[in-house]
């Protein structure tokens, strides 16, 4: 807690009211992009393809057995296996392997870590990484987002890009490694 005993040390406010999230499981991909449109801006929207992918993401976000819920101690150093951007030098690190990555590469690596569950559609990214409005070349997406798989795997790290048909790409890790910096 801080001084006021309302927040804690990393800025949430234990005082303000919950707030509501939509958590949507369906298989189909059309009707989670509809979902998306329909719900667009009421609240925060979590979609999933089936109770797997879910159960993941909980358990994945419960901390660890015998953590004290009330300790929040200064954030441990990241594990060795999470993967780490650097912007400044524009480079990936992975344990003790780094790449170099363009700006266009850094951009959509970016861009996918700020929401990793998020699937991105290709006009999305588009204007998230080449900043251009309208344009519909999923040919430069699909391009660009080999060379990043190619380079996350030569540091050896289990992140990826992964198209989900009909809707577009998201970051995923098979192995559930941790994701830090942007």
Same mark, same amino acid.
């Given at each position: ?36 449109? *329909?719900?667009?801006?009421? %609240?925060? !929207? ?6 797997? $992918?879910? #159960?993941?993401?909980? @358990? ?57 569950? *998020?699937?991105?559609?290709? %006009?999305? !990214? ?6 251009? $409005?309208? #344009?519909?070349?999923? @040919? ?43």
């Amino acid at each position: 807690m801080t001084e006021d005993d309302s927040t804690t040390p990393d800025g949430f406010d234990e005082t303000a009211s919950p707030f509501p999230l939509v958590i949507a499981v369906t298989p189909s991909p059309a009707e989670r992009i509809r979902l998306a449109e *329909r719900l667009d801006g009421i %609240a925060p !929207l979590l979609l999933v393809a089936d109770l797997d $992918e879910l #159960r993941r993401l909980i @358990a994945a976000s419960q901390p660890p057995p015998g953590a004290a819920a009330g300790a929040r101690a200064a954030a441990p150093a990241p594990p060795e296996d999470t993967l780490r951007i650097d912007p400044a030098r524009l480079t990936a690190r992975c344990r003790n392997r780094e790449v170099s990555l363009t700006r266009l590469e850094h951009d959509l690596l970016a861009c996918l870590v700020t929401e990793p569950v *998020r699937v991105w559609s290709y %006009a999305e !990214l588009h204007r998230s990484v080449w900043r251009a $409005e309208g #344009r519909q070349r999923t @040919a430069d997406v699909q391009s660009l987002v080999k060379r990043l798989r190619r380079k996350l795997g030569q540091i050896g790290t289990g992140v990826t890009v992964v198209a989900v048909r009909g809707v577009g790409l998201r970051l995923t890790d098979h192995r559930q490694p941790r994701v830090s910096g942007a």
